[in-house]
């Protein structure tokens, strides 16, 4: 149920959730099925990546097309009906160390005995122009997800690492021809793995070139580049972003919690970071496989996680399903 900042002040929760996409409903989920006290602070309906997509048709039990959103508040949703409270607030800074750790958002402050860390990785700083107008509308940040919307089009791929290059080949079972753009010289990735993209025909690889601006109004149309001084644009009908920078958005933590090269931050097998009682799921660990089950299924060990941290046993209860 939603509840006011006010009214969430006054409790100290079992968990609080930070996010209300798929990782943090399913968290919730499970943690209000098993009793425990679960509050859900998030930025407002429709914030969150997986909420703008959209169309999702891959997710499991759910037949034909569904949007991001009405997925996302469909598990928000359940989780209330178990029990889950939520609370829309923009989340500015943690205390994680203390044994009742603190939440500080804009309206309110919140207290809780663990935390569960579910703000995904949309904090790449400022976006290209129209890229958020268009996400969902031929903008997207997984090729897994929505290749099979743009079956037989030319696709834009943008970045310079391995997940770049990976999700290009992975379009070209579908797409007619990828144009990809390294905003660097080179690609940044094995030998073998650059040697697959010159030897696809489907791909065209632009190096030292940036993207200007998404074109488009309903749905892509194309972008305008820059290579070498010079601006141009191409037609296309999709846009798959992968600019390093896509950064989780875990600004709110400060340096508490230990992080890996990339900036995500680590967890044990439990979704459990640095800190006992602090845990994390989806985009914020920096998982390749960026999928909104992956997220989901990161929630529910989380979940048990949470529940084993708080009853202090060493073995997750057998019963939970």
Partial sequence: MNIEPM????????????????????????????????????????????????????????????????????????????????????????DLQDEIKSVSGNQGYYRGRSVVIATGAMGRGAPLPGEERLVGQGVSYCAVCDAPFFRDEEVVVAGNNAEAVEEALFLTRVVSRVHLLSQTAELRVPEEELEGVRENPKIGLYPSTRILEILGDDGVTGVRVRHSGTESILPVKGVFLYLQGRLPITNFVGDQLERNEGGCLRVDSMMQTSIPGVFAVGDVLCNHVKQVVVAAADGAIAAQGVERFLTGREQVRPDWH
């Fill in 7 to 94: 009214d969430a002040m006054n409790e100290v929760y079992d968990v609080i959730i930070i996010g209300a996409g798929p990782g943090g409903s399913t968290a919730a989920i499970y943690a209000a099925r098993a009793g425990l006290k679960t509050l859900v602070v998030h930025r407002g309906p429709g914030t969150g990546s997986s909420a703008l997509a959209d169309r999702i048709a891959n997710y499991p039990g759910i037949e034909g097309e569904i949007s991001g959103r009405e997925l996302t508040e469909r598990m928000n949703s359940q989780a209330a009906f178990f029990g889950a409270s939520f609370v829309q607030d923009v989340v500015g800074m943690t």
